[in-house]
């Protein structure tokens, strides 16, 4: 079926000026439009300089008003004033917030601005306003800007075309990795954690001597971001690897801590150094929530102690605490402890959005410094080309003097005549006329000439220089040195704040159960649970469970102590086993909560068994049609909502039976009343599975199991709750799937042995 193009409006038409368009096509162009612009004009930065464009208007803009490090400061309202209103179309705030980034030394590694005022603060406090701050460049921000009067880049109008501004700036300083960068366009987003400008350095150089050189290399110089709040990097070698390799990754980095003896055997942690970008006051504030919320057993108080330096007090509930597991339970539950991801995507050459590795963005790098020092070389050469044809005019005008005079004075077209009379060229001809008076004694010749010598030979070697690539390289490693001179591990600011962590001190799969352990307050509780599904935890270790209340229809089916450290393990006839912390159920008050919000347990389905973990023991498991087998309880923990199926069964076949596997012998009962017993043995283990047949029947199913050990008897519990004891069962023992005999007499017509402790 065709489409049908709507006819066009009345009063379209080529005179009325108004033209139809398609909907889907107009809506398409201008969304595509708009997401160019927000990638290439706003949240990308330059692989060559590291810098949005309104980072590189502001830094431009404050080189206008010749803001330079030893410069006095300026109004912060008037460097935005002047980047809104030539360069940068947008909000005044949007400026202001981008240039206060610039200026914090606990946002940036590098700062580009050095502010004088308030300019925030780690807690996370707002700057000034403008009109109260002032500002100026950096050495840092003076290394990009350095070159860019020599044509070392391309420059475009501004977007009214009244000014021109870079498309790029000459950057000698490694500025998209030693800074970072992160920024959310239309359809992707970037995410680069600042590093060492040393050892960014260090990898530029071994890059320009092994240009082939692998990422595994590249590591062992950048060992990985250098954050300005510093911390801890706590990452694998291989996971940093994969990241720099790739361009995408994260790295988990944790608060620096230590603990000061406060004598008597007590003792605090004290943080001194956060994760980036973790605002300090909030970070508190959440821990001082959690205690509040007692989920942070192990600590007694958080104090804020901080002045120019980070200083956290925490101090433990007593001092048998381990500092270590403490600071692991923080780690845990708070910002102490935070992920920084990276994705290098970048705008490669100022047009491509890509995502790119260490190395490429390395080599971006250096490509970019070639192509600046040829430019400024070039139109070094120019100048030099300029200057000695002028002063080849000179020297002619020296050893003409009087001639010279002679035709400025008397001629009509002075010009004219001395380029006819000297061959001179239009532009030393106009030298010439514009000299000084001054200009003409006898030591200027010498000096003509001593510069001409000079420019002549640094004509030579910039020429070399042009011609040969090898010294283009030789030239940039120099210049590269230099800045690894100034940002050196021994300069304060280049030293390395972020320390490398042992990825072995963290805890073990031991630990970090203790941990979950640790971090929920240990109280003994009642698990209750109805008839219908209904459970709850009643404070204490109840003993008269008479005094119970249930909904109206309901009644007891579970009672057991645990405590609130315990997992509580629900086996259903599906065969699936549900996880459940016992911190985590229900208080005690009314009737609990149905056990089916809490797990995915299907309508047609009950519970068998509730009971307390015990990792070390095993259990029995089987189903009514007599399958079963042995499964180790550590091997049944879920983690989900959906449990974990252990045995497998297919209706109208459903689970039965889950009892302890303490013992050596096995004995079985049918719906039949016949009852076998035979070795334990005979039973395989397994994690899952429909397992072996115990005992064969007729008529029936498996009606119930119970492991015991031989040698002490086969005991049951009758109806009026006597436990019965029978140690002569060689009539009843046999081998696995035989059918089995009628029980010993006072055996229960329920067919049970009775009620099963699984513990707790």
Known sequence: MSKRTPPPPPDSGPESGIEPVDLRVALEERYLSYALSTIMHRALPDVRDGLKPVHRRLLFAMRLLKLDPGAGFKKCARVVGDVMGKFH????????????????????????????????????????AMRYTEARLTDVAKLLLDGIDEDAVDFRETYDGEESEPVVLPGAFPNLLANGSTGIAVGMATSIPPHNAAELCEAALHLIQYPNASVETLVKKVKGPDFPTGGVLMESHDSIVESYRTGRGSFRVRAKWHTEDQGRGTWIAVVTEIPYLVPKSRL????????????????????????????????????????????????????????????????????VPIVLGLSDVLREWLDHRREVLLRRANHRLDKIAHRLEVLGGYLIAYLNLDEVIRIIREEDEPKQDLMRTFSLSDVQAEAILNMRLRSLRKLEEMEIRTEHEALTAEQAELRDLVSDEDKQWGKIAGEIRDVRKTFGAETELGRRRTEIGDIGALPSA??????????????????????????????????????????????????????????????????????????????GRGHGEPVRLMVDLDETHDIVTAFVHDPRRKLLVAATDGRGFVVPEAEIVANTRKGRQVLNVKAPDEARICVPAAGDTVATIGENRKLLVFPLVEIPEMTRGKGVRLQRFKDGGLADAKVFTFADGLSWLDSSGRTWTVKELDEWRGARAQAGRLPPKGFPKTNSFGKVDLGG
């Open 89 to 128: 179309p947008h909000g005044d705030q949007a400026i202001y917030d981008a240039m206060v980034r610039l200026a914090q030394d606990f946002s940036v590694r590098y700062p580009l601005v050095e502010g004088q005022g308030n300019f925030g603060n780690i807690d996370g406090d707002n700057a000034a």
């Open 284 to 351: 508190i504030e959440k821990i001082a929530d959690l205690l509040i919320a007692r989920k942070l057993p192990l600590l007694a108080d958080v104090n804020d102690e901080s002045a120019e330096d980070v200083r956290i007090v925490l101090e433990p509930k007593s001092r048998t605490v381990d500092p270590a597991l403490l600071m692991e339970s923080l780690f845990k539950l708070t910002d102490l402890e935070s992920r920084i991801s990276l994705n290098m995507n970048v705008l490669s050459h100022g047009r």
């Open 510 to 587: 031991d630990a970090l159960e203790e941990l979950k352990e640790a971090l929920i307050e240990k109280e003994p509780v009642t698990v209750v649970l109805s008839e219908k599904g209904w459970i709850r935890a009643l404070k204490g270790h109840q003993t008269d469970n008479s005094a119970l209340a249930f909904k109206s229809g309901d009644r007891l089916k579970f009672a057991f102590h645990a405590q609130t450290t315990d997992k509580i393990l629900l086996f259903a006839t599906d065969g699936r086993f549900y996880t459940l912390g016992a911190d985590k159920l229900p208080g």
